[in-house]
């Protein structure tokens, strides 16, 4: 059974091009457009009707892909490129309300409702951040919830559980990837901040492994990008380098890298050079509008 994935966005913290910024990249893409052109990291599962996190261009980037059904919402992490977008639980046909004088604004709100699915510890870290979260799920009921601490998620025939990390080290699980199980295809979505994830915890046989991209410390002409000072606040993030490292040892058939950001000093065509390079076979950087299946 097959797994069908469209990159909703590519990007990271930044937009590109990212306003006021007059970069080769941004330059780029502002003359291109797609798939030059980078979004906040977020992707959606067809066979789930659901989307992995909301940035937030999420209302653009559905609309850009003409996806008329959310069913789930999964969220990786709280931090704001990944959970910004979170008003979209409000996102609703009015159709009905407006054929039906008796189907009033709030029924009409609650109705299809969407699934908020992550950890529990995910959520209330979410919550922590953007209280209205909280009002939006348990006040009015926008969305339903289901953490995957208590049960895994069952999709018809697809299972969906949570491999919990701590973003900084310090224990707090307050991240998660997703491991999708379907029929013999095995998908694991750990899109960004995920260092302190445990290997160990992901299944022997992986089709398809969704990871962040890594920053690259110096452009593709070998110029250095970042002084000592921000190595140090890079401390966490994995570095490309890295990220391969990573890639090797897991071992997907298939591995796609998001999470692009403004910061690499890269545009689409030197990411798909290095596609070319040895080292990359079964790699492949993401952009947005990318549609695949395994």
């Known amino acids: 059974m097959t797994l069908s994935v469209t990159v909703l966005g590519s990007g990271g913290n930044s937009p590109i091009p990212t306003p006021t910024c007059g970069c080769r990249v941004c330059e780029r893409a502002r003359e291109v457009g797609v798939p030059h052109t980078r979004h906040g990291n977020s992707l959606y599962v067809d066979e789930l009707s659901a989307m992995v996190d909301a940035p937030e261009f999420v209302y653009e980037n559905l609309e850009r892909e003409t996806v008329d059904d959310l069913e789930y919402i999964f969220l990786t992490h709280w931090h704001p490129d990944h959970a910004a977008g979170l008003r979209v639980v409000q996102s609703r046909s009015m159709e009905r309300m407006f054929e039906e004088p008796d189907h009033g604004l709030i029924e009409t709100a609650r109705s299809d409702r969407p699934t908020l699915v992550t950890t529990r510890r995910v959520y209330e870290r979410t919550c922590e951040l953007y209280d209205g979260l909280r009002h939006f799920v348990e006040d009015i009921g926008f ?5 995957l601490d208590d049960d895994p998620l069952t999709v018809d025939d697809a299972r969906i559980e949570a491999v919990p990390y701590s973003l900084s080290g310090d224990g707090d699980l307050d991240a998660t990837a997703f491991v999708i199980e379907r029929g013999e295809t095995t998908a ?23 990871f962040e991209c890594g920053y690259f410390p110096e452009t593709p002409d070998g110029t250095r990008i970042l002084t000592e000072v921000d190595d140090a606040i890079m401390s966490e ?7 391969m490292a990573r890639v090797e040892r897991v071992g997907a058939d298939r591995t796609v890298l998001t999470e692009i950001e403004h ?32």
Do not use: N, Q
């Not at 969305?143 to 953490?147: E, V």
């Not at 390079?277 to 549609?291: C, K, N, P, Q, R």
């Open 143 to 147: 969305a339903d919830t289901h953490f």
């Open 188 to 210: 694991v979505l750990a899109v960004d901040d995920a260092r302190h994830l445990e290997e160990g915890a992901l299944p022997d046989d992986i089709d398809l492994a969704v």
């Open 237 to 243: 993030e994995l570095t490309h380098e890295e990220v």
């Open 263 to 294: 910061l690499y000093g890269r545009t689409y065509d030197d990411f798909c050079a290095l596609e070319s390079t040895d080292g990359y076979e079964g790699v492949e950087f993401a952009y947005d509008g990318l549609h695949f299946s395994v």
